[in-house]
Structures are given as structure tokens and as C-alpha cells.
Antibody, heavy 122, light 109 residues
Framework: MQLLESGGDLVQSGGSLRLSCAAS????????MSWVRQAPGKELEWVST?????????YYADSVKGRFTISRDNSKSTLYLQMNSLRAEDTATYYCARILWFKEPMGWFDSWGQGALVTVSS | EIVLTQSPGTLSLSPGERATLSCRASQSVSSNSLAWYQQKPGQAPRLLIYGASSRATGFPDRFSGSGSGTDFTLTISRLEPEDFAVYYCQQYGSSIPLTFGGGTKVEIK
């Protein structure tokens, strides 16, 4: 299976950006998918999750709630992250990851993309 | 929110030595809902352990996870050159947010 992120860029503070994650090698629609980010030299931070298998529940970290929107297009096997009102502290590599449920919305990440770098200049 | 504290921050060891990494939770992690990831420089994290002790596909049995409640351990029985990396723990037993520890870097002594 493969996850391939795109859309990372340099953007000014207050600006917007949309990340995409193209999935292949598995039945995308049946899996929940997440975004996880990592600021330069820092630890991992869960950002958002979109459920799979027909349900359309979304979950967000408090740090991005109201600014970021996760979505998916199962016909294109693609996950998205729309990021608005970007701040310098949003600067990070954003990873797309498949999440396996322990119990919705909690789970572990069994496959990761290579990441997309988002840099927000102030 | 469950806070995970990993120790030590850096572990300097030689190939062939045993590595013991700790992950301590600020409150009990239900049902041993803890995962470990390995991350090498410039690469994405890779799932290593889930359910506190179940090894993911592709990792040899020199890697083992243990623990329960608030204290978890990742052990590498004999370090190989490819094992030098940063290791993160992650809990998924409580309500969101899903949280990660700060990481332990295993470096060559």
C-alpha cells in the first residue's frame, strides 16, 4: 500500500493551503484516515481523523479546530486537509496515515505517507 | 488528555548492546492501548508495536514491548546498526486527543 502527500508549500501567516493524500494498494473507503504533523526537530502531533466504512465522523485536535477541515473523496482514494488562518506554529511536516481502530476514534497508525512540508512565514 | 513522558531523551549504546526505553503515562492507559513507532532521519514514522506488546509486520523478534497501566517499555535485545533511530510511544486508550511521547533517540556510542 502507498500514501502520497502533496500540496506542501511556503505560505504567509493568515493564509490557506490544501494538502492531498493519494492512497493506493488497499480499499481506501473502508479505512479511517488521519493527519499527523511534526514540527522541525519536534515530536509527533495528531491533527485530525476522518472515519471510514460509510460513516463520516471527523475529529480534530484543539490546536486546529475551527481552522482546519479534513475531508475525503473515496471515488479518488484521496484524503484532504484544508488549512485556513495558518500560523507560524503550524509549520511542520504533515503526514497522512491510516488508522486502525481500537475503539472509534482511538487507534494506532499502521501506515504513513512520506510527508508534506508546510512552512508558515510570519 | 494523557501526557506521555519518554525516558531517557537520548540513549548512547554500541551495536550488540541491549536498549531499554521507557514511556510513562500521566494516567492509566486502558486495555494496554499503547503503540511504538520507529523514525529514521528524513523518513516517516513506522509502526513497530501496538497493543503494548504486539509486533508489527517486518520487525524482528529482538524488538519487544511490555507494560501496563502507566508504565510501558520497549526493549531491543541486541542492537543492530539499522536500529539506531528515534522511537515514539503513542496512546489510544482514552478519549481524543491521541497523544505521542517526546521520543527517545537511540544513538551509536
Amino acid at each position: 500500500m502507498q500514501l502520497l502527500e502533496s500540496g506542501g508549500d511556503l505560505v504567509q501567516s493568515g493564509g490557506s493551503l490544501r494538502l492531498s493524500c493519494a492512497a493506493s494498494g488497499f480499499t481506501f473507503s473502508t479505512y479511517a484516515m488521519s493527519w499527523v504533523r511534526q514540527a522541525p526537530g519536534k515530536e509527533l502531533e495528531w491533527v485530525s481523523t476522518f472515519t471510514g466504512s460509510g460513516s463520516r465522523n471527523t475529529y480534530y485536535a484543539d490546536s486546529v479546530k475551527g481552522r482546519f477541515t479534513i475531508s475525503r473523496d473515496n471515488s479518488k482514494s484521496t484524503l484532504y486537509l484544508q488549512m485556513n488562518s495558518l500560523r507560524a506554529e503550524d509549520t511542520a511536516t504533515y503526514y497522512c496515515a491510516r488508522i486502525l481502530w481500537f475503539k472509534e476514534p482511538m487507534g494506532w497508525f499502521d501506515s504513513w505517507g512520506q510527508g508534506a512540508l508546510v512552512t508558515v512565514s510570519s | 488528555e494523557i501526557v506521555l513522558t519518554q525516558s531517557p531523551g537520548t540513549l548512547s549504546l554500541s551495536p550488540g548492546e541491549r536498549a531499554t526505553l521507557s514511556c510513562r503515562a500521566s494516567q492509566s492507559v486502558s486495555s494496554n492501548s499503547l503503540a511504538w513507532y520507529q523514525q529514521k532521519p528524513g523518513q516517516a514514522p513506522r509502526l513497530l508495536i501496538y497493543g503494548a506488546s504486539s509486533r508489527a509486520t517486518g520487525f524482528p523478534d529482538r524488538f519487544s514491548g511490555s507494560g501496563s497501566g502507566t508504565d510501558f517499555t520497549l526493549t531491543i535485545s541486541r542492537l543492530e546498526p539499522e536500529d539506531f533511530a528515534v522511537y515514539y510511544c503513542q496512546q489510544y486508550g482514552s478519549s481524543i486527543p491521541l497523544t505521542f511521547g517526546g521520543g527517545t533517540k537511540v544513538e551509536i556510542k
